[in-house]
């Protein structure tokens, strides 16, 4: 009997250090995935506080192309309304020049004026055509920043919701959850780093989901 007892003791006593073995064991896997998961959230956070920055300063830069584009019809516009004005007074002296009876002297006083106002519609049509470009040129940049300005969107909408994935896993302590919340981070970082260095991503479908 003593013999039994000295062993069932012994059997207790392994039990009870089994358990301890394995709630170390579960204290040094909850201490690890913790680490990874705060790791995660600091190098994810510091880039999406990054691609904010980066988001403002191209909001800020389509603010100021859209008003560059404002400002140059407004000056295609006023080329265009003295434009108008010179054809009018060509009209004007050219029925002037044919249906008057004028001397040489004052033809070529009426010649002169009419070969300065079509001088002028000359120039403005020039200058209308540059402003042309220019508009264009402006309205392509404006589109290049509007892409960006959704890629820096689409990154930080991603980054969030990474963040708030891994904070969950942080709390469940699920590790298939760690996977799911790096893939949605995962997918932010790379749209983030098309915004930095334009590549072509956009995928049109999350940035009508999230209105970008």
């Keep these: 009997m ?16 089994g358990d301890d073995d394995g709630d170390k064991r579960e204290k040094e896997e909850r201490s690890k995935l913790n680490s990874i998961v705060a790791a995660s959230v600091a190098l994810v956070a510091t880039f999406m506080a990054v691609c904010n920055v980066k988001a403002g300063n191209v909001v800020q830069a389509m603010g100021k192309t859209q008003i560059d584009v404002i400002d140059t019809w407004s000056f295609f516009q006023a080329k265009s309304t003295k434009q108008s004005l010179a054809e009018a007074a060509v009209d004007q002296l ?28 000359a120039r403005y049509d020039g200058e209308k055509n540059d402003l042309k470009k220019k508009v264009y040129e402006l309205e392509k ?3 290049r920043l509007n892409v960006k300005d959704d890629q820096f969107d689409i990154s930080e909408s991603l980054l969030s919701v990474g963040i708030a994935l891994l904070g969950i896993t942080a709390l469940t302590q699920k590790r298939k959850l760690l996977f799911v919340a790096i893939g949605f981070a995962g997918f932010g970082l790379v749209v983030g780093l098309a915004g930095f260095f334009g590549w072509n991503l956009r995928p049109e479908w999350l940035a009508k989901i999230i209105g970008a």
């Design 2 to 17: 003593p013999e039994i007892s000295e062993q069932v003791s012994e059997a207790l006593e392994h039990a009870e250090g």
């Design 94 to 121: 050219s029925l002037q020049r044919e249906t008057s009876q004028l001397t040489p002297e004052q033809g070529a006083k009426l010649d002169k004026r009419l070969e300065a106002y079509r001088e002028k519609i």
């Design 141 to 143: 940049e404006y589109e």
